[in-house]
């Protein structure tokens, strides 16, 4: 069964009222929210999009579907409903790592394709499985720590090596080709020191106009369940929220709010009584600079408020902090208004650019946000990085 980008999981639904909610209630809800998310990827196809963004669309169309499905159910079921878009709305954000789906693109937003299969964890992590691959190579091939200054292109008077890579420790690196694979946030920040010269500008107006932004986790374990055994996701709802929002009015004050819920770590045997919070945007940002005491905190009083347990402690947490990072400034990339299939275009074209009369493919991109369909997801930063060394491969192929 392929269930796409909304998995059938077996959820618990609290309110912050302190109550649990029956799943079935809202089954109509979700079915328009995930209808909603299939109509507007065909805005993509081209014949433009009647909004300017996907949370524009969404508000909208609910608006007028709830006025006619809805009509006959009670004034509470209905504004709890509407709750629960709030909920979702959330939940999209941390999918797409945008603040609000305000910032997000309608038709562009269609070009993101999901991936068949179930999500793949490597023993030891992602750096697990670079150490294996480091393991075939020989030593001394691969320098670590050694931060890039300024990638120099187009080096004219060297035409051997018309690649010049200035670290930051004055070392230089001459070189045919190289492939610049940092995140898009990264570059949003400094492509003005990182290249010489600079970036063309249709190139540079399409890392603008594509989207970075922050989504993060905060793992949580307990000494046990407080879920039900079957249970795979949970949701929070705040009653206050029938104005379908997504971003909160307070960062400071309120930034727990846009914890929209956990998914449960399974096997229980292999991870314990373990939950994965998500939250996104500038609230997400501003969790990072709280201690880990402040975020314990904050947790631990929103799973009681919605439970109605005063009693439920946590063992300890664990939380990404990706917008700090200064090797990342933020988590993956997403289409932002105005953004097109020609942008991601953009990003993939390597320097210098067709027509030029210098030496070609100096300087190469990869990585997920110059990934057609599969951007902001680690298989699409993979086939990029596959597609840039069929690129140099061709390019050195004799003509049979």
Same mark, same amino acid.
């Given at each position: 069964?392929?269930?796409?980008? %909304? ?19 809202? /089954? ?40 006619? @499905? !809805?009509?006959?159910?009670?004034? #509470? ?8 878009? /709030?909920?979702?709305?959330?939940? *999209? ?19 993101? @394709? ?37 990638? %120099?292109?187009?080096? #004219? ?37 990182? &290249? ?6 249709? @190139?540079?107006? /399409?890392? *603008? ?17 407080? !879920? ?24 400071? +004050?309120? !930034? ?5 819920? &956990?998914?449960?770590?399974?096997? #229980?045997? +292999? ?21 880990? *005491? ?9 799973? +009681?408020?919605? $439970?109605?347990?005063? #009693? ?11 917008? %700090?990072?200064? !090797? ?25 650019? @067709?027509?030029? *009369? ?11 946000? $110059? ?7 680690? %298989? ?21």
């Amino acid at each position: 069964m392929d269930t796409g980008e %909304h998995p059938p999981w077996v959820p618990n639904i609290f309110s912050s009222s302190g109550r649990k909610l029956n799943p079935e209630d809202f /089954s109509p809800v979700k079915e328009m929210f995930v209808e909603l998310l299939e109509e507007s990827s065909e805005f993509a196809s081209g014949g433009g999009a009647p909004f300017a963004s996907l949370g524009d669309f969404i508000r909208s169309e609910v608006q007028q579907r709830a006025a006619e @499905k !809805w009509k006959d159910i009670d004034a #509470t079921t209905r504004s709890l409903r509407l709750c629960l878009i /709030s909920n979702m709305l959330k939940g *999209q954000c941390s999918s797409n790592g945008a603040h609000s789906l305000d910032e997000v693109g309608l038709g562009a937003s269609g070009l993101y @394709k999901t991936l068949p299969g179930v999500d793949c964890t490597f023993p030891g992590g992602y750096e697990g499985l670079i150490k294996h691959l480091m393991s075939e190579l020989p030593s001394g091939l691969v320098s670590y720590n050694q931060p890039v200054r300024c990638v %120099h292109w187009n080096n #004219t008077e060297e035409r051997e090596n018309p690649v010049m890579i200035e670290c930051d420790d004055e070392e230089r690196i001459a070189a045919d080709h190289v492939i610049v694979t940092v995140p898009l946030g990264y570059l949003k920040k400094h492509h003005s020191a990182l &290249f010489r010269p600079p970036l063309p500008l249709h @190139k540079l107006h /399409s890392v *603008q106009r594509l989207g970075f932004g922050t989504n993060n986790k905060i793992q949580v374990e307990f000494d046990s369940p407080w !879920w039900d055994a079957d249970c795979e996701a949970i949701y929070l709802v705040w009653e206050d929220e029938d104005a379908m929002v997504d971003q909160v009015p307070d960062v400071q +004050r309120s !930034w727990i709010k846009k914890l929209f819920g &956990f998914t449960v770590l399974k096997p #229980t045997e +292999r991870y314990g009584h373990v939950l994965c919070g998500w939250i996104a945007g500038h609230e997400s940002e501003f969790m990072e600079t709280l201690s880990e *005491q402040e975020v314990t905190h904050a947790v631990t009083q929103l799973i +009681r408020r919605f $439970t109605g347990n005063p #009693t439920i402690t946590p063992r300890r947490i664990l939380r990404s902090q990706w917008f %700090h990072d200064p !090797w990342t400034c933020g988590s993956y990339s997403y289409p932002g208004i105005g953004c097109s299939a020609q942008d991601l275009d953009n990003m993939m074209e390597p320097l210098p650019t @067709k027509g030029s *009369q210098s030496q070609a493919l100096q300087v190469l991109f990869a990585g997920e946000a $110059t990934h057609h369909c599969y951007y902001s997801t680690v %298989h699409g930063a993979l086939l990029t990085g596959w597609r840039e060394a069929d690129r140099l491969i061709a390019h050195y192929q004799i003509p049979s």
